[in-house]
């Protein structure tokens, strides 16, 4: 085995976690989900939610990794030997997520290419349909959307190109080129977006709070998903990422600036959605409520009748918007990528350009299978059951082996010795006791919305993924260690 790869500076592990956490859903899941939850009083089930399990369960994900400086798989085996097995399943569900996230870029990459010339015409509905996402019509499984197929091929060569090298000449450089970028750009479109005719309107729709709803479990149960999943809590990515850094790091004050900086991105990227949003009602007449909606809906249909009717501004906002959408998924989908391919490269004793090779290209067939005339509905399904049921309880369990079997206090010392902010027992609490009742009171409520009203297709997805998940985990586990 070759050295253990090393960031070059504190600087690119810091933009490198803030490229894993700003992602898709920042730009076009917050908004709605702050909206949609009790406007300006969600802010507050927010905010407990960073406090007592984004910045406690992030602390000790720098505290394992730091520790350890090993892969995601043979931390959990040096713990217990059995416990492999639990990181595999973890890792392989990861990858699963950068499977069907670079079909979700392919979209992204075909709206950027189409922003140039507004070739998705006035039915942005219909040309998502046709051209880029497909419908939920099985009989579409027959044929390819042939420019999303295009663009998930470019993405997996640019993914390979950056994972291949090592991590500080690849996802270092490129995060600290890619992330001031992405903040610039979006800078630029909140701000503009802030003095748009209309902005106020979509604002005061945003913010105005609903405090009754702060009575209600599923808001404070959203917030806390909101943190998980905008954080990349639990996923093996920081894990690996602080498994990078040298000594002499100050684990808890880099912990502080990502959570900051993924708040505050997200949190601004809301009040510029929102400000588009009351533009298009004020101009167009139509009423806010038909407007708002999350995900490819907002992104990929709504933005583009926005920059329909914007006149000339709209030929700039739209290639810019795409592209700040290009650069956080990217920077999101090396994060992704980066747990089954250190763990692979460790267990196997292949060099990082053979094992990142290999997997881009197992990578690549399935997100091909993914682009498909059934392709958003495919995604759609297989997001939903990744996160809902595998990573949340894994983010659990991960909690108790790290809290129960191995000791969380362990962890102190390296967490506390170069810090500026220090840890202690009212962190081990919340690690210990808090954080798992919350994780599996939200894993059952998820488990119940998942399963109560899906469709047969979709049971056979969720299945055919926990066996594939389970046999290569099993597989990966069985395998004798290379340093053996």
Partial sequence: MTERAQWDS??????????????????????????SNGGGSFFIPYLIAIAIMGIPFLILEYGVGFSFKESYSKIM?????????????????????????????????????????FSWGTDAAQYFVSNVGGSSNLSNASFLLIPTTVGVLLLWVILWFISHRNVDKGIGK???????????????????????????IG?????????????????????????????????????????????????????LIVVASNSLFEICTAFGVFSILGYMSYTGGTPMVQLITEGTGLIFIVFPMIFNIMGPIGRILAPLLFLAILFAGITSALGFFEPMLNSTTEKLGWSRKRTATVLSVIGCIFSLILTTGISSYLVGIIDGFVNEFGILLLIGIQCIIFAWFYGVDRF?????????????????????????VVLIIMWIIGIINLFSNAAQFEIIIDLIIIVAVLVVAAVMYKVKPAND
């Avoid at 600087?11 to 803030?18: G, H």
């Avoid at 490129?174 to 106020?200: E, H, N, Q, R």
């Avoid at 405090?211 to 990515?237: E, H, P, R, T, V």
Wanted: glycine share 4%; aromatic share 16%; proline share 4%.
């Fill in 203 to 255: 604002i005061s729709t945003l913010l105005t709070p609903d405090w009754a709803k702060l009575m209600d479990i599923n808001i404070w149960l959203a917030a806390f998903a909101q943190i998980i999943f905008s954080l990349s809590m639990g996923q093996a990515i920081a894990v690996t990422y602080a498994s990078y850094l040298p000594e002499n790091s100050k684990l808890i004050d880099n912990v």
């Fill in 174 to 200: 490129v995060s600290k080129i890619l992330i001031p970028a992405l903040f610039v750009i979006m800078g630029c479109i909140i701000v503009y977006a802030l003095t748009l005719p209309g902005a106020g």
């Fill in 10 to 35: 504190s600087l690119s592990f810091i933009f490198a976690m803030i490229g894993a956490a700003v992602g898709l859903g920042n730009i076009w899941r917050f908004s709605y989900v702050l909206y």
């Fill in 412 to 436: 102190l010392p390296a967490l506390n010795e170069h810090s500026t902010f220090k840890v202690g027992k009212i962190w081990s609490f919340v690690i210990k006791y808090l954080l798992p």
């Fill in 77 to 117: 085996s040096d713990i217990n030997p059995k416990f492999e097995l639990i990181a595999w399943i973890l890792v392989l569900f990861v990858f699963v997520v950068t499977i069907y996230y670079m079909v979700i870029l392919s979209w992204d990459l075909v709206y950027l290419a189409s922003s140039f010339t």
